[in-house]
């Protein structure tokens, strides 16, 4: 009985390490599991990485009053802007949605067991950019209204 | 009496001004609230004009440059589906004249809907639009009850797909944004794009405090009216030949 106790704890850590493996998730040195986190694009973040992990959730929301309530949408803590750089690509090419478990936000909120529900009402992947037919163009459009009341 | 009015209203002036410039001030030095003046006396007041005489009956354009702009996606029960803009067709009995309204939120300079919001979810911005924060939201329809054009819709089920730069879910109540993702990138309402683009030009957009703007013009030149104006609610958008 003494003998095989060693045994099957070994047994149980090398099954554990393979389905961690398998599932995509590191053991580092601390022996704490990790989540697996896409890249994003470019260089670097709008702010520091260990910065927006801690904060992300506030500069968020101190710049939704902004835009919301000022029209005040040149600010680089934007949600948008956080999926055109964050987008991970599924199967068929497109960015996967939050529905799937590889969409950047749920790699580490369902790690964490933390909710998300800005995606209830917000897109979770970036959109079509306009056509050019239906695309702002403020200077055209005060010349154009000029000609229409000519 | 008359001599004392001036002199009056000019001290509550100063205290007007000075409080907003200084908020709150608790004590010297700490200030517990700054209030932005209100930039509506100089900055923009979106409007629209509709030219009704140029609005065929049988033209539903802006509502179809709506739904695709905004993604509004209906389940088929005309009853529940959100609707920000609907065309109403009214008619005349004595000179049998049939028109066909575009109806939008009619973002009123008083707007009752905001007057009636427990949360303040529904508010206008500094250049007129009126919007609901869906943040703040608790889906109560005080405000669908309160707004005398039925321009509101509240959002039964669960939506997928939204629009990346229009936000609606599940709970709260949404109307006409007149399109203000456009129009703070310097654009025009979709409506608006797509009846002077491939429709009949009915629709003018912009901006009512500045006298040089088309629609300032237009409104100083020909005879308009507003739904309802006996309200007091003084929209900003107008109809020609209403």
């Keep these: 009985m003494a003998g095989i106790r060693p045994f099957l704890t070994k047994v149980i850590v090398v099954l554990a390490m393979t389905i961690l493996a398998e599932?995509?998730?590191?053991?580092?040195?601390?022996?704490?599991?990790?989540?697996?986190?896409?890249?994003?694009?470019?260089?670097?973040?709008?702010?520091?990485?260990?910065?927006?992990?801690?904060?992300?959730?506030?500069?968020?929301d101190h710049q939704r009053d902004d835009t919301v309530h000022a029209g005040e949408r040149a600010g680089k803590f934007s949600l948008k802007g956080c999926l055109d750089c964050h987008a991970v690509e599924g199967t068929d090419t497109r960015p996967v949605s939050f529905d799937s478990p590889q969409h950047f936000c749920r790699t580490c909120h369902d790690f964490a067991a933390v909710q998300v529900d800005c995606f209830s009402c917000h897109a979770s992947r970036p959109g079509e950019k306009p056509t050019a037919r239906f695309r702002h163009d403020g200077g055209d459009l005060t010349a154009r209204l000029r000609e229409a009341v000519k | 009496m008359t001599g004392a009015q001036p002199s009056n209203s000019g001290r509550r002036r100063f205290f007007a001004r000075a409080a907003a410039a200084a908020g709150l001030v608790l004590a010297p030095g700490v200030v517990l609230l700054t209030t932005k003046a209100k930039a509506a006396a100089t900055g923009p007041r979106w409007g629209l004009l509709i030219d009704l005489n140029k609005c065929p009956i049988d033209c539903s354009e802006c509502v179809t440059a709506c739904n695709d702009e905004n993604g509004l996606k209906g389940h088929g029960r005309p009853l529940t589906d959100a609707q920000w803009i609907r065309k109403v067709d009214v008619r005349d009995p004595a000179s049998k004249r049939e028109w066909s309204v575009p109806v939008m939120c009619q973002h009123c300079e008083h707007p009752p809907c905001v007057d009636v919001c427990p949360t303040g979810a529904s508010f206008q911005r500094d250049d007129g639009i009126v919007l609901v924060d869906k943040h703040i939201c608790i889906g109560c329809r005080y405000c669908m009850m309160a707004c005398p054009y039925k321009a509101r819709s509240f959002i039964h089920e669960d939506l997928t797909d939204q629009k990346p730069h229009a936000p609606r879910g599940k709970g709260t109540v949404e109307s006409c944004t007149l399109c203000v993702h456009r129009i703070d990138a310097g654009g025009q309402p979709a409506c608006v794009e797509r009846c002077q683009g491939i429709a009949t030009g009915a629709m003018t957009f912009g901006d009512l405090n500045d006298p040089d703007s088309a629609i300032a013009r237009r409104v100083a030149t020909y005879a308009t009216r507003r739904i309802r104006d006996d309200l007091g609610l003084a929209p900003g958008v107008y109809y020609q030949g209403l």
């Design chain 1, 23 to 60: 599932t995509g998730v590191n053991a580092e040195e601390t022996g704490v599991p990790h989540p697996v986190i896409a890249k994003g694009k470019g260089d670097q973040c709008v702010a520091d990485t260990a910065f927006m992990r801690r904060n992300h959730m506030r500069v968020l």
